[in-house]
């Protein structure tokens, strides 16, 4: 199970989002994937970088409303190859969190199971939940849209976007949404 230890001040709840996609691909390869957490950011639209620093602890950096950045180290908790990959954030994290994902085969051998469960105590707590989802961050909508990403990435090679498609659920990007039209 995915915990957090309980919020230190009163009105830090943590946030929890899950999230299960399907992905045409065997789990050795989707896994592979995965584990390899530079390759996050490729998919995971609010990450700018990760850093795997050997040893089973990585350095990310993410970015947060209003422009900012967030960093943390983390560590990985609970391997299974092919199977299950868990980590947490280490102590001194301004954004304290932790997630697990797993890949089980889908029926039929129609590819692979991938579900993400994330939690984290955003800063500020739940106004800072509440500025955030203003701006359009609502953390099951981003885990959805990052999944939908990593299917693309794995199945096309590629993520397929058009010029009037936006980055999530952001507010900003909506308002400049247009009809879709082939990039060029």
Do not use: C
Not at 76 to 90: G, T
Not at 104 to 130: C, D, H, K, W, Y
Not at 150 to 164: H, P, Y
């Amino acid at each position: 199970a995915l915990r957090l230890a309980r919020p230190r001040r009163p009105g830090q709840g943590v946030l929890r989002a899950r999230a299960t996609i399907t992905v045409n691909r065997p789990p050795r390869e989707v896994y592979r994937f995965w584990r390899e957490l530079e390759n996050l950011p490729r998919f995971m639209y609010h990450l700018r970088t990760v850093r795997d620093l050997g040893g089973g602890r990585s350095y990310w950096v993410a970015r947060a409303p209003g422009s900012r950045e967030v960093t943390w180290h983390a560590e990985i908790v609970a391997e299974v190859p092919e199977r299950l990959l868990a980590w947490r954030s280490l102590p001194g994290a301004r954004v304290r969190n932790a997630g697990m994902v797993t890949f089980t085969p889908a029926p039929r051998g129609s590819g692979t199971e991938v579900t993400v469960e994330l939690g984290f105590q955003p800063p500020f707590g739940r106004l800072g939940a509440a500025v955030a989802a203003l701006f359009g961050e609502e953390p099951h909508q981003q885990v959805r849209d990052d999944l939908r990403r990593f299917k693309q990435r794995l199945e096309t090679g590629e993520i397929v976007r058009s010029d009037g498609s936006p980055e999530g659920t952001m507010v900003r990007q909506q308002a400049r949404q247009r009809a879709a039209q082939p990039m060029g």
